[in-house]
């Protein structure tokens, strides 16, 4: 009689300890507002972009299978996207290597102002021109997001950014065209450069918020 009770209870547990489980996520970006927007910016970063954007706590399962917080900076008029998005992204359990806003020491470590390639990092607004172009970019705006870079490469002809990665659809990380989060990201409007037809961006996307229009124009 005991040993049945005490199985019972071991069971009645069971569900809880899984829920103590979640709990212990590894804490991957804690910057306070302050330091991930304001600090190690490039010189000229025109504070009327800096006041427009917002740091975002994220959840995700990393590449090690465990659940990880990282921080994303983004405009504010995609706030309540990012986080639907991200919200997604951790149910369907597509792994994300991490998510460090550029202003993070880590990020900073591989080359000034965040803006080395050489990175795996998840991330969204970053003051820095376009690829081949010298208009900001819309990362500058807080209006695009890369995800997995090293996994989801930019390509036009020979060149591929970060330099040495190889696009397989079909690893763990890289977004394939008919992926969740791909469709889920299109469903919410936002643009996929994995469908660009002069180059291929896998990891990017973007988004133009109604009523930005003219303010994007202004910088670009
Ligand atoms: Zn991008």
Redo the contacts with the bound molecule.
Sequence with gaps: MLRVTLIMLLMMLAPLSSLFAVESVIMDSALTPEQAIYENQPPGTPEDVLSQLVLIDVRYWGLDGRLHQGQIVVHKALARDVRRIFAKIEQKRFPVESVLPIAHPLIQQKGPYGLSSDTNNTSGYAWRPMVGGRSV?L?GLGL?I?INPRLNPYVRGDTVIPAGSVYDPARPGALARNARVVQYFKTRGWEW?GDWTDRA?Y??FQKIPEGLDAWVRSYR
């Design positions: 970019s990362h695009a890369d450069g961006d990891m990017h």
